[in-house]
């Protein structure tokens, strides 16, 4: 059984910054494309970046040029810093498989950013 656990989430004001990062217990990462999701109040939930075994990375549009998707084989961890935070960026985010032939894991609880002045 895969345990998501996403943290770092927190409120921020406009322009500000945070960094999100998700650990597993029971199951590496390495072999596999990752992605952050995010899920805003009455809004299906949403991928905005993954990244691949071998590091390549693709963002929504949405969140292009501010945000950027790492992992740490090592530590079997991945990470999003999220940069020049918006209102619109406020939801809960969470970490989970990005491979559309692979069932996503069970989802994890999630970690709520919250972008307000």
């Known amino acids: 059984q895969v345990q998501l656990v996403e943290s770092g989430g927190g409120a921020v004001q406009p322009g500000g910054s945070l960094r999100l990062s998700c650990a597993s217990s029971g199951r590496t990462f390495r072999i596999y494309t990752m992605g952050w999701y995010r899920q805003a109040p009455g809004k299906q939930r949403e991928l905005v970046a993954s990244?691949?075994?071998?590091?390549?990375?693709n963002y929504a549009d949405s969140v292009k040029g501010r945000f950027t998707i790492s992992r740490d084989a090592a530590k079997n961890t991945v990470s999003l810093q999220m940069n020049s935070l918006k209102p619109e960026d406020t939801a809960v985010y969470y970490c989970n498989l990005a491979t559309p032939t692979i069932s996503h894991w069970s989802w994890g609880q999630g970690t709520q950013v919250t972008v307000s002045s």
């Open positions: 990244i691949t075994s071998g590091g390549s990375t």
